[in-house]
């Protein structure tokens, strides 16, 4: 599914305007990345939660050369599903 369509699913499950729908949902993530990027936690309980985590600085290999390189530390989005969210998924 891409966001035109999920803009549509958005806009019919609300009995709203594909118009409005996007603009919630572009309002929506935003909020959502603003906040993880501060590094506070987003909680959508039953659904799962969003944070920003460190990876830390490593040493990897050049698959063409062989050669080691050191790969810098960096900041990653992350994503736990909730409960309710695994288990809609077991059945």
């Known amino acids: ?35 993880v990027k501060k590094g506070d936690e987003v909680k959508l309980v039953g659904f799962g939660t969003f944070s ?6 490593r040493k990897g290999t050049n698959p063409k050369t062989g050669e080691e390189i050191k790969i810098p530390a960096a900041w990653y989005p992350k994503f736990r599903p909730g409960s309710d969210f695994k288990n809609l998924l077991k059945k």
């Open 1 to 35: 599914m891409n966001k035109a369509q999920l803009v549509e699913r958005i806009a019919k499950k609300a009995n709203t305007t594909k118009c409005e729908a996007e603009k919630i949902l572009d309002s929506t993530l935003d909020v959502i990345c603003s906040s």
């Open 52 to 57: 920003k985590m460190k990876r830390n600085a």
